[in-house]
């Protein structure tokens, strides 16, 4: 049966609530933490290691680390920024992190298949060289492979052939002197939808490696994305909507109110969660700036609190109208699901023999509780 992990992937030293969560999963019982140097700026690394330090030494050392980095990116620069970071002197395993991007770059390129996938395979073995030296200097105790590109199909053009790394591993510790190689871990997106990364975790797991499973709860079909989670309506939003429009009815807030007339209007189009959140920080919040420029430093913090209680009751609007969308749009696929849909999703990777962990977002003390709930 699979385990949990936490996913720090927009975890945040900075975020309060971000720590309360990894506290309360490592009291818990969940032991692995997967983390990234790219996630958050490094702000993610920091983070683990501000929670950790909450903890005596006997379950600090009992809880295993992984980060990553990018074959783009220097490996002991990487290394020592995440060492740092997380207040350690070795990590319990480091991924290599979106390896397709090379591939994607090459198909642009017009580069040939075969010519692309052997010097991606060029790429894999300079850089488990790297890896089987950082083993054997003890910087690492293991080491695997963080791609989407194992859990397409063979014919897709970015497809990673997964069957040579092993052969590679073993080559490039032979060529740093090492007993064996240290490669042990490959993680994809496996989730009920995309379902095609199981054929490479059977593979991984006959051939002695670990799998995790990421993405298992976002995931995509007919080039469409969907969150497999259900959500209720916000009790809230009518009253703070309502008030921020009330505050906002006068001639220099104007651009303001029609803002958020506009928003109101159109909280059922989002297609996913996701593409509100990047709405967001990439349009909505440039514009409301813009629109309290015209006030004082007074009245633009009163303002603030009024849009700030808004902002956090509508996104739960747009996540319910997503909901709602996702149960029509996915109806044959949850037809069976006598209960949430993450936890139908979460069942069915639980019961996957091929994974070992599942890589999972718990930026909430009461989403570590709903999740670990699972496992009982």
């Known amino acids: 049966m699979s385990n ?75 290394l020592k920024l995440s060492l740092d970071r997380l207040n350690k002197k070795s990590l319990d395993c480091y991924l290599i992190e979106y390896p397709e991007e090379f591939l994607i770059k090459a198909v642009e390129n017009n580069i040939d298949k075969d010519d692309r996938l052997d010097e991606m395979n060029a790429k894999f073995f300079d850089a488990f060289l790297d890896l089987e030296l950082a083993a054997k200097d003890k910087k690492i105790f293991s080491y695997g492979i963080s791609s989407d ?57 006959e051939n002695g490696l670990r799998v995790l499973a990421n993405r298992a709860l976002n995931t995509q079909k007919e080039n469409l994305n969907y969150r497999l989670c259900d959500y209720a309506e916000s009790t809230e939003y009518y009253h703070h909507l309502n008030e921020l429009m009330e505050v906002c009815d006068n001639e220099m807030l104007k651009p303001l109110y029609n803002l958020i007339e506009q928003l109101d209007e159109t909280k059922h189009k989002f297609g996913w969660i996701g593409d509100y959140d990047s709405f967001l920080y990439t349009q909505m919040i440039p514009h409301i700036k813009s629109c309290l420029e015209v006030i004082d430093e007074e009245n633009r913090e009163v303002m603030l609190n009024f849009i700030d209680m808004f902002l956090t009751e509508y996104r739960k609007m747009v996540a319910y109208e997503c909901f709602k969308n996702t149960k029509i749009a996915l109806k044959d696929i949850f037809k069976e699901c006598h209960s949430s849909m993450q936890e139908c999703a979460l069942k069915f990777l639980i019961e996957r023999k091929s994974v070992d962990y599942i890589v999972l977002g718990m930026r909430k003390p009461t989403y570590v509780n709903e999740i670990v709930s699972l496992l009982d």
């Not at 073993?170 to 190689?181: C, L, Q, R, S, V």
């Open 4 to 78: 949990f992990a936490f996913g720090t992937y927009r975890i945040s030293e900075h975020n309060p609530q971000h720590i309360s969560a990894l506290k309360e999963a490592i009291k818990s019982g969940i032991k692995m933490i997967d983390t990234s140097s790219n996630y958050m700026d490094g702000a993610s690394e920091r983070a683990i290691a501000q929670a950790l330090n909450e903890f005596d030494d006997s379950i600090v050392n009992d809880i295993e680390i992984i980060s990553k980095y990018m074959l783009s990116q220097n490996l002991d620069e990487q």
């Open 149 to 205: 590109a194992f859990s397409l199909n063979h014919s897709s053009e970015y497809f990673l052939p997964y069957e040579d790394i092993l052969t590679l591993a073993e080559d490039a510790a032979n060529e740093i002197g090492n007993e064996k190689h240290s490669l042990t871990t490959i993680e994809l997106p496996i989730n009920l939808l995309e379902q095609d990364g199981l054929k490479c975790s059977v593979w991984a797991k």
